[in-house]
């Protein structure tokens, strides 16, 4: 009973706006620059309707479920961005497609994120333009000159980069994804680079010691809000709700990129990634541009209203929404 007459008092007058201001969040998560997916990206099982963005929700996580939609409320998040470049001192190198997901718990104006089992982001790999000739060569070293030579042969040359997680987003700021220019979130991300030469363990950046992407939206991005119900249907004053944010280019220039490791057997050729691409690379020598990302944050329209059981509910119609 107490929750409930609380419900009505300012708490609950935060949650009952978290459907919308959650959104103000998301413009930014994108941003995580394509990380880790496989080349068979695989996604969770289809869901119905307006659920369909949501497919791997971390319903199911004991936070999640805690969620009593007063003090905190459970939201889903999803993002998504075709395209766009990462540049690393005088090196470019193109993003492919994005698909992060991530639960969310907060008050309206806090909030902590929690990953789905498995990696919350996940991109399609992308092969460097102009592979091992363009990161390495051409070089003075004799060492290097030989690899050069060798990378000349195109099976040997082939690069293929993937940026992946290197630990869990924090510092979530919603008015931030609102505007324009302010940081949104910290994605902390490493850079796996696949090469026959420079083996399968070759990474820019590690899970100790990451490089720290804060994205910010490059222009505004158009808000959307859609009603339906809790099996995914439209319904304009159904329970559920997703605010959507599109079209906006997200982007950052801060971060510093460390050194490679593990490049070459025992990391023998750790010396010549640094050399040929300049690592360490400091603060305002890199860069990232997103293009048009899409950000879609669901659950319920008012939280509150559904309390104190508002996450186990998520949950329920969540597996309820799989086709």
């Not at 004991?62 to 075709?82: H, I, K, Q, R």
């Not at 050194?259 to 057997?265: H, S």
């Not at 360490?280 to 059981?309: I, K, Q, R």
Request: aromatic share 4%; net charge negative.
């Amino acid at each position: 009973m107490r929750r409930t007459t609380r419900s009505g008092g300012r708490s609950g007058g935060r949650i009952r706006a978290l459907a919308a201001t959650a959104a103000l969040v998301a413009a930014g998560v994108t941003a995580a620059a394509s990380p880790a997916l496989a080349e068979d990206e695989v996604h969770g099982d289809a869901l119905a309707g307006h659920w369909a963005p949501f497919d791997r929700c971390p319903v199911d996580d004991p936070a999640m479920l805690a969620a009593d939609g007063v003090e905190s409320a459970a939201l889903c998040l999803a993002s998504s961005s075709e395209s766009g470049t990462m540049t690393i001192g005088e090196k470019v190198v193109p993003t492919a497609g994005t698909d992060l997901q991530l639960g969310l718990l907060g008050d309206g104006v806090n909030y902590t994120s929690v990953a789905p089992e498995g990696a919350g982001i996940q991109a399609e790999p992308v092969t460097v333009p102009g592979g091992l000739l363009n990161l390495m060569c051409p070089s003075e070293i004799p060492v290097l000159t030989a690899l050069c030579e060798k990378a000349a042969d195109s099976r040997l040359n082939r690069v293929v980069a993937t940026v992946e997680p290197a630990g869990t987003p924090t510092d979530f700021s919603l008015t931030a994804g609102l505007g324009v220019g302010q940081p949104i979130v910290t994605l902390p991300v490493k850079i796996r680079l696949d090469n026959l030469l420079l083996g399968g363990n070759c990474y820019i950046g590690s899970d100790s010691d990451p490089i720290l992407l804060q994205p910010r939206n490059l222009s505004q991005p158009a808000l959307t809000l859609t009603r339906y119900a809790p099996d995914g249907t439209a319904e304009p004053t159904g329970a559920m709700s997703n605010v959507a944010l599109a079209g906006a280019d997200q982007g950052d220039d801060t971060f510093a990129v460390p050194e490679a490791d593990g490049c070459g057997l025992f990391g023998a050729l750790d010396w010549a990634v640094n050399a040929q691409l300049g690592l360490p690379s400091p603060e305002g020598a890199n860069s990232l541009v997103l293009d048009a990302a899409d950000t879609t944050t669901g659950g319920f329209y008012t939280p509150a209203a559904f309390a104190p059981d508002q996450g186990r509910l998520l949950a329920e119609h969540w597996h309820a929404a799989h086709q």
